[in-house]
C-alpha cells in the first residue's frame, strides 16, 4: 500500500470510484456522477488553495482518495475544512480507510487548517463514523432529513476535529 499525493492522471480513477457512490448510494448527495474533466478541476483548485489530496495504491493502482475542500466560502472561514474520503468498494474494511484518514489529518495540520469537518449521510452504524471517531472526530450535531436521493430522505450526521488550539494561525494558510 503506498499513499501519495493526487496527481492529474488519477482524475479518471477518482472519478470512477466517487461515481460509485453518486449512482449507487445516499453517502453523497450529487445526483450525477463528475467527469474527469471536473475531477481533473477540482485537483487544481484544491493545490492552488494549499489543500492536500491524497490516493491510495495497492499496485500502482488508486484504490482509494481522500480531500480536503473549503468548508465555507466566506474567508473568515478558511482556517476550517472539510474532509471526504472514498475507497473502492472492493478495497474497503482492511485498515487503508484509517491510514489514509491519518495521512489526510497531518497534511491538512501541516497546511494551517485549525478544523476539520466530516459531514457523514445515512450514517446509520456506518463504519465511517466509526473511523472518524477513532481518529478523535467528534460528533457535534445531526441534520435530519436535509437530503433526498434515490427515492428517500437522508440524515447528514457532523463531526468535527480540532488540529490547534493555539491563537495564531500556522502553515501554508496563515501565510
Request: one cysteine or more; hydrophobic letters at 45%.
Amino acid at each position: 500500500m503506498e499513499i501519495r499525493p493526487a496527481i492529474n492522471a488519477d482524475a479518471a480513477r477518482i472519478a470512477e470510484i466517487y461515481g460509485y457512490y453518486v449512482t449507487e448510494t445516499v453517502v453523497t448527495f450529487d445526483l450525477e456522477a463528475p467527469s474527469v474533466g471536473d475531477w481533473e478541476e477540482r485537483l487544481r483548485t484544491a493545490k492552488d488553495a494549499g489543500y492536500p489530496v491524497l490516493v491510495v495504491c495497492e499496485d500502482s493502482r488508486v484504490v482509494g482518495y481522500a480531500l480536503v475542500t473549503a468548508w465555507k466560502s466566506r474567508p473568515a472561514y478558511r482556517y476550517t475544512a472539510e474532509v471526504s474520503i472514498y475507497l473502492d468498494p472492493a478495497f474497503t474494511g482492511a485498515g487503508r480507510g484509517r491510514v489514509l484518514l491519518e495521512r489526510l489529518v497531518d497534511e491538512a495540520r501541516r497546511a494551517g487548517i485549525r478544523q476539520l469537518i466530516a459531514l457523514i449521510a445515512d450514517a446509520g452504524p456506518d463504519a465511517s463514523v466509526a473511523l472518524h471517531r477513532a481518529l478523535g472526530f467528534q460528533m457535534i450535531g445531526r441534520m435530519e432529513r436535509v437530503g433526498f436521493k434515490h427515492d428517500r430522505w437522508v440524515d447528514v450526521d457532523l463531526l468535527q476535529l480540532g488540529l490547534d488550539d493555539s491563537d495564531r494561525p500556522v502553515g501554508i494558510l496563515g501565510s
